[in-house]
């Protein structure tokens, strides 16, 4: 079973609500990393999250993850893969929490903070991309601090 099209020539609305995110989620969690992977990220609940990535050029080709059994973070993660492949990295890089959050209906309260670890996790994968795309291009802060020390 595969997503709802949401290009515009498709009549049909995307399923996006956590539950069905969820049953799509939990199959994609069991697949094998694919070949550039993050560093996996916890919060302290216990809960963690790691996302790998397929790369096309500067373009995310595909994203599979592994996240505890947290029904929240699996729809999360799950909406970050379905939504973010094919995009380029930067673009993916300024999808936000609480643009995650505000995507997915059906999240109690309690829960929503799930998101912040879920992106987390998937910037990571996105780090370790850059890292491959631009391999002389630092993107930390560190070699700001750098630049500007004086001589």
Same mark, same amino acid.
């Given at each position: 079973m595969t997503a709802a099209c949401r290009a515009p020539c498709c009549s049909s609305t995307p *399923? !996006? /609500?956590a539950s069905e995110l969820f049953s799509r989620g939990f199959r994609r969690n *069991? #697949? +094998?990393?694919l070949p550039i992977e993050g560093a996996p990220i916890a919060d302290a609940e216990g809960h963690s999250a790691a996302f790998s990535l397929a790369l096309a050029g500067r373009t995310v080709a595909d994203i599979r993850f592994r996240a505890t /059994?947290?029904?929240t !973070?699996? +729809?999360y993660c799950e909406y970050l893969a379905e939504t973010l492949a094919g995009l380029s990295l930067s673009l993916a890089l300024a999808f936000s929490s609480q643009d995650l959050a505000a995507a997915v209906p059906g999240v109690p309260a309690q829960k929503q903070a799930r998101a912040i670890l879920a992106v987390a996790a998937f910037r990571a994968a996105l780090a370790a991309a850059s890292e491959i795309a631009d391999p002389g291009e630092r993107?930390? #802060?560190g070699r700001l601090h750098l630049r500007h020390v004086a001589p």
């Open positions: *399923r !996006l /609500s *069991r #697949e +094998a990393p /059994s947290c029904a !973070l699996i +729809a993107t930390d #802060e």
